[in-house]
């Protein structure tokens, strides 16, 4: 697994605050950055087209959180120290809340954000 210093997050480039969200790769896949801490994922939105390979790359900042996005495949725990990645692709348009699911303090039922899947072909050239 990858390591990365949790308390240290904000000095690194890939996960300093400006740095964070959907990036398109050269392939056209995206990767999205994000921190998950006490007590919410950051940035609070996201948006990514349907039917396109998305890698989450995923840190915290504090304390174990885990994610979930119901109706979709998207979830990991997020342990700090690590960068947790996955890859999914979202079929179907619509918004969707990330989660938390690992329990992590008293604001653990209100760490969520939320993250759009638009239609791609409705999109057209953007
Ligand atoms: Cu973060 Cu529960």
């Known amino acids: 697994m990858e390591t990365i ?28 950055t994000m921190v998950a801490a006490r007590y919410g994922f950051f940035p609070p939105e996201i948006e990514v087209p349907t039917d396109t390979p998305v890698k989450f790359r995923m840190a915290s900042a504090d304390v174990l959180h885990g994610v979930h996005a119901p109706y979709t495949n998207a979830a990991t725990m997020i342990v700090p120290g690590y960068v947790s990645e996955f890859t999914t692709s979202f079929p179907t348009a619509g918004k969707y809340s990330f989660l938390c699911n690992e329990y992590c303090g008293l604001g653990h039922d209100s760490m969520w954000s ?13």
């Open 5 to 32: 210093d949790s308390t240290r997050l904000h000095l690194t480039e890939e996960f300093a605050e400006d740095n964070l969200g959907v990036k398109q790769n050269e392939d056209g896949s995206l990767t999205v």
């Open 114 to 126: 939320r993250l759009t899947v638009v239609d791609k072909s409705a999109g057209g050239a953007k």
